[in-house]
């Protein structure tokens, strides 16, 4: 059964048909994520509520005087839409808003921790941290192997809940803003991959001391499948669903936990393709930035999916 994520604005604005509103109703007695959505979802409409309560009404006239200084002021005719069978045309505002780019990318940076998940910090803090522990445990030299395992995975995961489409109960609120979808994913990228970048780094400096292949050995270990299972991850879960790119990316990492069991489960064309990957070489670096080139640069241009048909 689909969860119905897309109406559940609607839902809680009391704006669905009575029909579809009872399915949704009924489906939140019993799915006890979609019910946390739709409380998140109350919670902004309470504090819109709030905020637009405290504003005094705009003075009759406003709209008129602002679009009559709005350049290129544009009317299309339309049959039957309002009085005069007319409606205005705003251009859209293309400006840097508030200040200097530097400065409202700062801005936009920072209020991403509002809007991430907030689980996916202590999450890949726990596994990071046990990761890191367990490689400064094991054999000197072997470090950079542990390494290589936990570090993309947790980064790729960690894409997939912040940038995955559907992952945002304010998405709409977002779309609205004049901040454009490729600002928003490109900072929630360089937030969340940024900080499990940087623990990594912390993480591979600390364990220089106890294995013997040095900090370039280890941060080699982990940099390119890394960066490549990311932007795996980001493409698929931005373009597609966070499920989509979870699934393929655990897959590959299973694959690659198969290979380096010397168990034989995997033949050997796949294992040589899995060894490939799994290395910090100019083609894999390459190939994710295209993926994640790529994918903010389609974003804005891909159509709108309509609302689901709730249970199909």
Request: aromatic content about 6%; overall charge positive.
């Amino acid at each position: 059964m689909t969860h119905p994520e897309e109406l559940l604005a609607a839902f809680v604005a009391g704006t669905l048909p009575d029909e579809r509103a009872g399915q949704v109703a009924r489906h939140l007695a019993e799915c006890r994520g979609c019910a946390e959505e739709a409380a998140a979802w109350r919670r902004v409409a309470g504090a819109v509520g709030e905020h637009v309560a405290a504003v005094a009404v705009p003075p009759a006239g406003l709209l008129d005087a602002v679009l009559s200084r709005l350049p290129e002021r544009r009317r299309t005719r339309r049959q039957g839409i309002g009085d005069e069978g007319a409606r205005t045309v705003v251009p859209r505002y293309s400006g840097v808003l508030g200040a200097a780019a530097p400065a409202r990318a700062v801005r936009i940076l920072t209020h991403q921790r509002r809007l991430i998940d907030r689980r996916i910090w202590p999450v890949a803090g726990v596994v990071l941290g046990v990761g890191t522990g367990f490689a400064a445990w094991v054999p000197p030299g072997s470090s950079g192997s542990v390494l290589a395992i936990v570090m993309p995975l947790v980064a790729a995961l960690g894409l997939a809940a912040a940038c995955g489409s559907g992952a945002d109960p304010a998405g709409e609120l977002i779309a609205a803003s004049p901040t454009g979808v490729r600002a928003v994913l490109l900072a929630r990228l360089t937030v969340v991959l940024g900080t499990i970048f940087a623990t990594a780094s912390v993480a591979s400096l600390g364990l220089a001391w106890f294995d013997t292949g040095g900090p370039l050995g280890l941060f080699a270990a982990w940099l390119g499948p890394m960066a490549l299972l990311s932007a795996v991850s980001f493409a698929l879960s931005v373009l597609w669903r966070p499920a989509i790119g979870i699934g393929v990316v655990t897959t590959l990492w299973a694959l690659r936990m198969l290979a380096g069991s010397g168990s034989g489960a995997v033949d050997g064309a796949m294992d040589q393709l899995v060894e490939f990957l799994w290395q910090t070489s100019g083609p894999i670096l390459l190939v994710a930035a295209l993926l994640i080139a790529g994918t903010v640069a389609v974003v804005p241009y891909l159509p709108t999916a309509p609302a689901r048909a709730y249970g199909r």
